[in-house]
């Protein structure tokens, strides 16, 4: 594994609007059980990738988006033309890295109606682990969320498994300029294929990929200005991470999460110190939890019953929003910057994980930096179904940029959401 030296975590990029707390933001942001539900286990974790996702010997002579290695498949989408590819991007200390991820195109040629655009998918938590990666699934369309309607539309399709999955890690876990970099990247690596893609796309994330889609619009600009993003687009994504963390840093669900975090960031950053950020009998449950991977397809946690007994305990040793680095990394990463580009927000209104009134205080917030939000909400939807039940009004949504339409406001009459404590 090679070592990184990430820049300093509080420096890594400006923002516009600072909270007070970020303490363990890990625990809003991904895609997992809604609390109360069953935990399943996955008795057959995914088989290590092979060579394929290994970098190759002249990866500093790419450029960020070059297609390094790619392999075709067949997807279970009909009419539809598949690859797995490897691709150049940027870590978080911005040296160069392979990452693995799939492209989807409508098969066949693109009769000369012009480049296609692109929808840039971010998906939710899959774990930590280089067998999480999403693109190692027997079927990688089973979770993405949009891809039908994309591919029916004659959009190409681009999917980053991020950096460490698939890839050698560490997965730079919730790391937003990170996972940005991957999303935006992919655009570029799908020209390269016979996609017929332009330059023109949207991105479209759930939970931590709701973050990175967010992410990729703070950065778009600096990063891609050979692109032409159009839209972000996400479902339940953590943007306002302190009521967040307020809100979950004591269930289940989100120790669980804390784990995977911790455990990443004390790999990627060297003062990061898992011994002193957990409590002992946690430590070395935590780093068994973060070799194991969420069952993707359904987006279920997968935990063992005794993990989960013992997830109930006391777990963190120092308060993470006041102790560094942890504070630093935590406030770094906050999806707050600002956007210029239309913004549309799908969020359930049974979400347990990333709660509906944070969601809307936080657009609130981007409406009154004159920023055009689309916000809507979807009654007895909860956190896992909510890429799912989501991505058609994103789509749509999508599709209507594509058009030439004038980006939808409701910025001066935001939904109503049930109130905090509800």
Known sequence: ????????????????????????????????????????????????????????????????????????????????????????????????????????????????????????????????????????????????????????????????????????????????????????????????????????????????????????????????????????SAAAPAIQLDTLVTADENTFAGRYLLSLGLVSWSELYPDADLDVALRRPARPLARSIAKDCVETKNQSLVVAPKVEAALRLPFAAVDLTTTEPWAGILASNAADGPIDVPVFVGQGLDDKIVRPWSTRDALATRCEDGETVEFVTYPNVGHIEAGDVTSPDAMAWIAGLLGGKAAPSNCDDLPAVPAQGS
């Open 1 to 232: 594994m090679t070592t990184q030296t990430p820049p300093d975590p509080g420096t890594e990029l400006p923002h516009r609007r600072h909270h007070h707390r970020f303490a363990m933001v890990v625990l809003a942001v991904v895609a997992v059980l809604v609390v109360g539900v069953a935990v399943f286990v996955h008795r057959v974790q995914p088989a290590e990738p092979g060579a394929f996702y290994d970098p190759p010997a002249n990866l500093a002579a790419a450029k960020p988006g070059d297609l390094l290695r790619s392999e075709a498949f067949t997807p279970a989408l009909p009419n539809t033309s598949g690859w797995k590819v490897l691709y150049r991007s940027t870590d978080p200390s911005g040296n160069p890295i392979a990452v693995s991820g799939v492209v989807l195109a409508p098969a066949g040629t693109n009769n000369d109606s012009g480049p296609r655009p692109v929808v840039s998918w971010a998906h939710p938590t899959t774990g930590i682990a280089r067998r999480c990666a999403p693109s190692l699934l027997d079927d990688p369309t089973s979770a993405m969320f949009g891809a039908r309607e994309a591919i029916a539309n004659g959009w190409v399709w681009v999917a980053t498994d991020y950096p460490g999955l698939g890839t050698p890690g560490p997965h730079p876990y919730l790391i937003g300029q990170s996972e940005a970099r991957a999303v935006i990247d992919i655009v570029r690596t799908a020209s390269a294929l016979p996609t017929g893609a332009g330059t023109t796309y949207a991105t479209w994330g759930h939970s931590q990929g709701g973050q990175a889609s967010v992410w990729a619009g703070m950065i778009a600009n600096d990063y891609a200005p050979d692109l032409e993003l159009i839209g972000v």
